[in-house]
């Protein structure tokens, strides 16, 4: 373990609300996942009263297609909001008990401090993804037939995916800390942006035939939540002839990852010069 | 004597308001040095700027006479401002973190807890604490591993008398361990009392720097009145270490910068002729020298 990753330790492991806000995450993340087939068929079975041909049921956690499903669900934006309060709050914090100047004062580089940001936030980013392909990984087994067992290493980029989506948007979250410093006012220009002014933006600049080059697909958490954009339901495919993403594409993943560089390099150049 | 800390010409300016006016300063080892100035005086923002908190407009300095890092920071202890500590954190798991930054073993923060005299409240959270307690908290963290350099920044602000004397007590015996310490402060007392050295500022410029004794030195004043006034006024003009008088009413009001011993100065009246009726010492308060070097230099 590093000394920047053992000294953060030390601010997190008694600290309530971090404790508090990340159960309630990954209390939400499993419930969701988990709920998600019944809701789905649910709405299958309210639809299937209007329609002739009644719509069979959809299987979501199969091989290979837990992997999609499972990274389309964890990177929804109602449930990424979670940790990236999490990090904004970690973030703050240091300039609320004004502790990053005590930090500074005591012999840590301002370099240092940010990493030591950034390394919790990779820690964090990783353990996510090994839970969420440990949990695909297990849910897949016990609702896979024997033929689709030996599918079952197909769909896993979709966990290098979602790694990636968490990882940037916890990024945007550090980026919004570090410019805005005050816990209350980032958080609420941070759910602001992600959750309304975006997804306004997205549907203005979204042409009306869906074109995938479209310039909108570049809004950054946009690009984040594209890595993982629908989830794997070969019956959507064949009735409503939609083509689907079926694999991760590298260019998916760039785009966040670009962010996310230009970000971590903002963020080195002005705390490297404004004063605390 | 090895120079610990030099300022060279270090300006800092807020908008409109330039906080620091090419300051330069030299701390050597083994020296208490106090920069005593009122409020405002820029003396938090130069302590700010040698611990890299605030990038200074011009001018630089040295911590070991070399280029100051994060490393020259490790072995400096500060208390700047506010004790600046996690809420939710108890003294010790504050203090281990400040250990980790300094890579230090924690086996020195049970002393200086016992030194602050916070030992018996070292597992409550820092948010229970009195504002005196987090104020020797944050001496004890900064004393941690033993520093050869204590910067404290009006260290006994807001504490009670009895806080007070206990903290000055406390800078004494690190001093007399020969840890270089500098402590800005607005109460000349305070820098009188446990200061070797002194600079003293206003308006982020430096007005004088040296020796206590020999800056802070409290001249005398003393009302006197004799049988024939005229005479006693030629007499003490020319008496060593005469600085000015005025005339109020019947008596005449005389100031030295030196210390006078009155009968001397009586001795002195009568051998010349003067016969005197009236003769009393005053003591100027501190502050008020404090003033009065202020308003000379404005």
Redesign the interface.
């Given at each position: 373990m590093t000394k920047l990753l053992k000294i953060e330790f030390k601010k997190i492991l008694t600290y309530k609300v971090f404790w508090i806000l990340f159960g309630l995450y990954f209390l939400f993340l499993s419930a969701g996942i988990l709920l998600a087939e019944f809701i789905i068929n649910h709405m299958v079975d309210s639809m299937n009263k209007h329609l002739p041909i009644p719509l069979p049921h959809i299987n979501i956690y199969f091989f290979p297609d837990v992997w999609q499903n499972f990274a389309f669900f964890a990177s929804i934006r109602y449930v990424l909001i979670f940790p990236a309060i999490v990090i904004i709050i970690l973030i703050t914090n240091e300039f609320t008990f004004k502790t990053i100047r005590q930090n500074i004062i005591n012999g840590m580089s301002k370099a240092e401090f940010l990493l030591s940001k950034l390394q919790i936030i990779l820690l964090i980013s990783i353990i996510m993804m090994a839970s969420l392909t440990i949990g695909a990984f297990i849910i897949g087994l016990s609702h896979s037939g024997t033929h689709e067992i030996s599918f079952f290493v197909k769909g896993i980029p979709f966990m290098a995916g979602f790694f990636i989506s968490l990882f940037s948007y916890l990024v945007y979250a550090f980026f919004f800390g570090f410019l805005f410093r005050n816990t209350g006012l980032t958080i609420a220009l941070f759910t602001l942006y992600s959750l309304i002014i975006e997804p306004i933006i997205y549907f203005f600049l979204k042409s009306p035939l869906v074109i995938k080059n479209d310039i909108s697909t570049y809004l950054p958490v946009n690009a984040v939540l594209r890595v993982a954009e629908y989830p794997a339901l070969p019956v959507l495919k064949k009735v409503m002839g939609l083509e689907l993403q079926s694999h991760v594409s590298i260019s998916s993943m760039a785009i966040p990852l670009l962010y996310s560089g230009i970000m971590i390099a903002i963020v080195f150049w002005t705390m490297s010069r404004r004063d605390l | 004597m090895e120079t610990i800390l030099s300022i060279n010409g270090i300006s800092k300016r807020y908008g409109k308001i330039q906080a620091v006016n090419e300051l330069s300063i030299e701390v050597v080892k083994g020296q208490v040095f106090g920069i005593l100035g009122p409020n405002g005086s820029g003396k938090t923002t130069t302590l700010?700027i040698i611990?890299?908190?605030?990038?200074a407009d011009q001018g630089s300095y040295a911590w070991f006479g070399g280029h100051p890092?994060?490393?020259s920071?490790?072995n400096?202890g500060?208390v700047?401002e506010?004790p600046?500590?996690?809420?939710?954190?108890n003294a010790y798991?504050n203090l281990?973190?400040?250990a980790?930054?300094?890579?230090m073993e924690y086996d020195d923060i049970d002393r200086v807890l016992t030194l602050t005299s916070l030992y018996d409240r070292k597992r409550s959270n820092f948010r229970t604490y009195s504002f005196g307690m987090k104020q020797r908290l944050a001496i004890a963290?900064a004393m941690l591993g033993n520093p050869q350099v204590l910067i404290l920044d009006e260290p006994t602000n807001g504490l009670d008398p009895q806080g007070i004397a206990q903290i000055r007590e406390l800078i004494l015996q690190v001093a007399d361990q020969g840890i270089t310490i500098i402590l800005a402060s607005h109460l000349l007392d305070e820098v009188q009392k446990i200061c070797s050295h002194v600079a003293v500022l206003n308006k982020g410029k430096k007005l004088f720097s040296g020796k206590v004794s020999e800056v802070l030195a409290i001249s005398d004043s003393f009302e006197l009145a004799g049988n024939d006034m005229e005479k006693l006024q030629k007499i003490l003009i020319e008496f060593p270490g005469f600085k000015s008088m005025n005339l109020s009413g019947q008596h005449m009001q005389v100031y030295f910068s030196t210390s006078i011993n009155p009968e001397e100065l009586n001795l002195l009246c009568f051998q010349n002729g003067v016969v005197l009726h009236h003769l009393s010492e005053r003591k100027r308060s501190l502050e008020q020298h404090f003033l009065e070097l202020l308003q000379d230099n404005q």
């Open positions: - | 700010s611990l890299d908190l605030l990038k890092s994060k490393d920071r490790k400096i500060s700047i506010s600046n500590f996690f809420p939710y954190l798991q281990q973190i400040v980790d930054i300094k890579d963290s």
